[in-house]
């Protein structure tokens, strides 16, 4: 069966993610996925008070923009981490939401070559390699980190479209697949295959799915999508609750998930 986690939206104040992520430790849930969204909590701060807060989650970051972050400064943050508190990271990074990318003047004109440069420098920064590239975005002269990993870090990439699905496949540990059902998973984890044995890749990519579900589904039938998307491919599956008119439910409503969440995780074993 898939790992079952809780995704905290953003659309609470910071000082209630502490809690929350208690709680879900305490209902036995394996993971706590945090996001980086404009303009509300930050990924990597969100996700070191989380990691030191709990003891056993681990704790995810769906996604981190990379328009936003110099690739050497995203890799020292995350060895940081990484090191801090071994095999608990899960790190997404993600070409941004294009609109927001362009509030704050960093909008690329090709978000995909940005991702692609940004990946192949970061995933070797992490192995410890020293990277020199002079690629269209990134730019990296003789860096290599002090403190890389100690171990295996999986480096995530959020994808939807086609080209963003291969770019995982081939060039990822895995792929972040966001408000996903049955019909998306499983012509996506196909893509993310095709693309990664084209790439001389014999391993299997992580296959991470955040589904979005209505607050109050129950546990029955939590562990019933849980098990549906594991049977599809999902390694990891973490769930948003959803508000009657669809956006993310924070606040109280998702003291009620987290505990749905965990009878979900006893069903399924």
Known sequence: MPELGVIIPPDQPPERFL????????????????????????????????????????????LLPVPLRNAALTAMELATLARMFPDRLLPGIGHGVLDWMGQVDARAASPTTLLQEYTEALGALLAGEEVSTQGRYVRLDRVRLRWPPAGRLPLLVGARGPRTLALAGALGDGVIIDDADLGTVVPAVAAVREARAAAGRADEPEIVVFASVPVGTGAEALATTVRELGEAGAHRVAVVGTAPDGPPEGGEAIAGLVTELGRARQLLG
């Open 19 to 62: 809690q929350t992520a208690v709680d879900a430790e305490r209902a036995g849930l394996d993971e706590v996925w945090v996001w980086e969204d404009c303009f509300a909590e930050a990924g990597v701060a969100t996700a070191a008070a989380v990691l030191a807060r709990t003891e056993r989650v681990r704790v995810g970051i769906g």
